[in-house]
C-alpha cells in the first residue's frame, strides 16, 4: 500500500505515547502546539484574521486565543494517538458526560438520533465516550488528504465502537439505514457547505451550511441533540449534551430545512464563544461566496440553498 510507512509510524508513535503519563501526554501537546504555531504561518493568519472579524477583537486578544487554539490542537493530536491507553484505563478518568438523559430519551423514540457538534475541543473523543458509554453512535467521516491518517483515525473510531459511513459516497445509504434503526448518526456541520449548502450568519458573515442534519432530521423524525465537548482546566474533559432540536414540518420544505439549520448554527456559534480558544478558526468555513456579494446594485434574493432562490 502507497505510503505504508507513515500508518506504521503513527502506529508505533502511538504505542509510546499510549505508555506515558496522561499528564505528561498534556504537556507534550502543549510544546508541539506551541511549535505548530510557530510553523503554521498561513494557518496562523487565516485564524487571527477570522477571529479578529467574527469575534471583533483586538490584534493583541486575537493572537491569547489563537494561541491557546494550537496548544490544544497539539494536546488533541497526542490524545488521539493515546486513544488505545484511554479506552483500555476507562474511559470516565478522562472524560465525563452531563444530561446523558437527553440522548438516552431521545434515542427509545426508535427515530434515530441526529448529534449535532463541530470541531471544537477534542471532536474524536467525543464520539468515542458516547460510544463506550453504550449509545449505538454512527458517523459520516470527511477523508483526511493524508489516507494513512484518515486509516488510523478510522481505525480508533471502530476501535470505540463507533460505525463509520464517509461522506460524498455510495456509504451514506449504509448511514441513512443506521438511522432508521434507532442509531445516533453524529455530524460534524460546522464546516463550509459548498454551493449546496444552506446560507445562514455565522459570527456575523453569511455562510454554506451543510443542510445533511436538517435532512436527516426530516427524513426519519429524528430528534438532533447537540453535544459539544471542552477541555478542563486539571485535564480531560466534559462532555455536554443539550436538549432536543425537532424539525417543525410547516409544508414548506425550503423554509423549514433554513429555520432548522439556522438554529443549529447558532447553538454551535454560542458553544464556540464559550469557549474560543477550542475552535478550528483557520478552517475555510467562509470558503463558498455568498451569491448577494455578486448582486451589483441588484435586489438580492432570499437565498435558501447554495444555487436556489425564491
Not at 479578529?52 to 497539539?74: P, T
Not at 417543525?248 to 454551535?268: K, P, S
Request: charged letters at 20%; one cysteine or more; hydrophobic letters at 40%.
Amino acid at each position: 500500500m502507497t505510503n505504508e510507512w507513515q500508518y506504521n509510524l503513527l502506529k508505533v508513535i502511538s504505542k509510546i505515547v499510549s505508555k506515558l503519563p496522561y499528564r505528561v501526554i498534556l504537556s507534550l501537546g502543549k510544546t508541539l502546539g506551541r511549535l505548530y504555531y510557530c510553523i503554521a504561518a498561513r494557518q496562523r493568519r487565516r485564524a487571527l484574521l477570522q477571529i479578529e472579524q467574527g469575534m471583533n477583537l483586538s490584534a493583541a486578544a486575537a493572537e491569547d486565543i489563537i494561541k491557546k487554539l494550537f496548544m490544544n490542537i497539539g494536546q488533541t493530536l497526542l490524545e488521539v494517538l493515546y486513544t488505545p491507553a484511554m479506552i483500555a484505563g476507562n474511559f470516565e478518568k478522562y472524560i465525563t458526560i452531563e444530561n446523558k438523559h437527553f440522548l438516552t430519551e431521545a434515542v427509545a423514540q426508535n427515530h434515530g438520533v441526529v448529534i449535532l457538534t463541530g470541531h471544537i475541543g477534542n471532536w474524536e473523543w467525543l464520539g468515542a465516550a458516547l460510544s463506550l458509554a453504550g449509545f449505538p453512535i454512527t458517523t459520516v467521516i470527511k477523508r483526511q488528504p493524508n489516507e494513512q491518517y484518515t486509516r488510523i483515525l478510522n481505525e480508533y473510531r471502530e476501535l470505540a465502537g463507533i460505525e463509520i459511513f464517509a461522506r460524498g459516497t455510495t456509504e451514506l445509504v449504509g448511514a441513512a439505514r443506521a438511522l432508521k434503526k434507532g442509531k445516533a448518526l453524529g455530524f460534524l456541520a460546522d464546516q463550509d457547505g459548498g454551493e449546496h449548502g444552506i446560507w445562514v450568519d455565522f459570527f456575523g458573515k453569511k455562510a454554506s451550511t451543510p443542510q445533511g442534519p436538517a435532512v436527516f432530521a426530516r427524513r426519519f423524525h429524528a430528534p438532533v441533540i447537540p453535544a459539544f465537548i471542552e477541555r478542563c482546566p486539571q485535564g480531560g474533559h466534559r462532555l455536554v449534551l443539550h436538549s432536543p432540536l425537532y424539525y417543525e414540518d410547516t409544508g414548506n420544505e425550503e423554509q423549514d430545512l433554513q429555520a432548522l439549520t439556522v438554529r443549529m448554527t447558532e447553538i454551535t456559534e454560542a458553544a464556540i464563544r464559550r469557549h474560543p480558544e477550542e475552535w478550528l478558526w483557520f478552517q475555510k468555513r467562509w470558503n463558498t461566496v455568498f451569491p448577494g456579494k455578486a448582486m451589483r446594485g441588484k435586489k438580492a434574493c432570499t437565498v435558501t440553498k447554495a444555487g436556489e432562490s425564491i
